[in-house]
């Protein structure tokens, strides 16, 4: 087993991070998952206290909302450079090890912010600085081909006026502000896709409905109607001009940084069902070594010591991606990697483990029947399994998305 330190200086911040699980975020977990579309107001308080945490600078990259390729991250002597994207994944597996969808409703922790942290400038950095922004890509016409969206965004003076519909966006009605993918011109393809900051309350823009889900019933998930919406230009993320050469580069850039981002949620909430499962095989009598091969031990122990080790492969490819963030080495591949080791891995062992555990898996008893439809998500958005391996099958034999799709 490759034991790997969780950093010195992240250490407290992470113990932090799996109390407030352990006490705010687990216990309430039955409650909304039961009472969906009902906002978790325990989470204010949370939200005060990690904002306390950000502000004193021990909690830099609590939620989503610290990813940034860290330029003012100290790097160790070593030339070895832990940051917000290393203390992001660590606490967010210790947080989701809690409850992904009380996670995912942490308020200015949502996927939006990532995207504003990754690639928004100093002066948008500061004028979004405590903002709560939900990711609005997908449209009933387009999910995984998200290059092919077809929203529009048309220059008017000093304001772009969007128009589009947006589905599945998660925290889409309690956030303060969306991101949202928009075409500049659809027949310049996918250069020619930026990404704007649209605060709720824009005239325009409205909150459609909202969907009852499989798993992670505590985060809403909205469908936003954009009508005429006009704002400003200046709250476009980047560069405006539309560049063939680059194609997808600008909004692309975030899924490095938030694809880790999601392989931790999955990773924290497969340990979950780790931890309980073997607490309850141990009760039944099953004998667990870690030290004899799966071969020589029970049916139950050699399975579950299979999913430990196949949890451990997606926990260090997902240190791996952050690590390379951190370190301003190109992700794209590890990113995905991790994505698709850690969503894949996240389903099989949540719904292994409730199979292990027989109908008190399958009850709500425990909370594994839970975790086994919380994680389902987590190989779908930021990517599904089949895209991830797309992009990782594309990068190790060196073709482009028009040669392997
Ligand atoms: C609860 C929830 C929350 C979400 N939150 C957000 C959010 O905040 N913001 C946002 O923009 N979106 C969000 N989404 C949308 C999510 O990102 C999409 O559902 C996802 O990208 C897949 O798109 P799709 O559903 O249109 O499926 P499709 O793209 O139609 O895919 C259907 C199936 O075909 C497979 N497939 C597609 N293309 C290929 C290919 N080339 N090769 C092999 N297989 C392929 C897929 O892997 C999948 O299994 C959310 C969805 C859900 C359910």
Request: hydrophobic share 40%; aromatic share 6%.
């Amino acid at each position: 087993m490759i034991s790997l330190e969780v950093p010195k200086k992240f250490r407290g911040f992470v113990n932090q991070a799996h109390q407030v699980a352990a006490e705010m975020l687990r216990p309430h977990s039955r409650t909304y998952d039961l009472a969906e579309h009902t906002y978790p107001k325990e989470l204010d308080m949370l939200a005060a206290m990690v904002d306390g945490l950000s502000a004193s600078g021990s909690g830099s990259g609590a939620g989503a909302a610290g990813v940034r390729r860290s330029e003012g991250d100290q790097a160790e002597p070593s030339g070895n450079r832990n940051g917000t994207n290393m203390s992001s994944v660590l606490s967010i597996m210790e947080m989701c090890w809690g409850d992904v969808g009380l996670l995912l409703s942490m308020p200015r922790q949502g996927l939006g912010n990532s995207a504003i942290a990754s690639v928004a400038d100093e002066e948008q950095l500061e004028r979004f600085k405590g903002v709560w922004a939900g990711m609005a890509i997908t449209e009933p016409g387009t999910g995984s081909d998200s290059a092919n969206i077809s929203t529009t965004a048309v220059r008017d003076g000093e304001d772009y006026v969007l128009n589009g519909e947006k589905i599945f966006v998660t925290a889409g009605d309690r956030c303060d502000a969306v991101v949202v993918w928009a075409t500049l011109d659809k027949s310049m393809g996918r250069a020619a896709i930026k990404s704007f900051v649209v605060p709720k309350g824009t005239p325009g823009m409205r909150v459609e409905r909202l969907d009852h889900k499989l798993g992670i019933r505590a985060s809403d998930t909205a469908t936003i109607v954009f009508d005429d919406c006009r704002v400003p230009a200046a709250n476009l993320l980047g560069t405006p001009d539309i560049d063939t050469s680059k194609g997808f580069a600008g909004v692309m850039q975030t899924f490095d940084n938030t694809r880790p981002l999601v392989a931790a949620m999955a990773v924290g909430c497969a340990r979950a069902a780790l931890e309980v499962t073997h607490d309850l095989l141990v009760e039944a009598g099953v004998q667990i070594h870690h030290d004899r091969p799966p071969a020589l031990q029970s049916s139950a122990a050699a399975t579950y010591l299979t999913m430990e080790a196949d949890w451990e492969a997606a926990y260090l490819l997902t240190l791996q991606a952050a690590w390379m963030a951190d370190n301003r080495e190109p992700n794209s591949l590890q990113a995905s990697m991790a994505k698709a080791k850690a969503g894949r891995v996240g389903n099989d062992i949540t719904l292994r483990c409730v199979e292990l555990a027989g109908s008190v898996g399958y009850s709500e008893h425990e909370l594994l029947e839970k975790w086994a439809r919380d994680s389902k998500i987590l190989d779908i958005f930021e990517g599904t399994q089949q895209i991830q391996q797309l992009i990782v099958a594309r990068r190790l034999l060196g073709k482009t998305s028009a040669e392997l799709k």
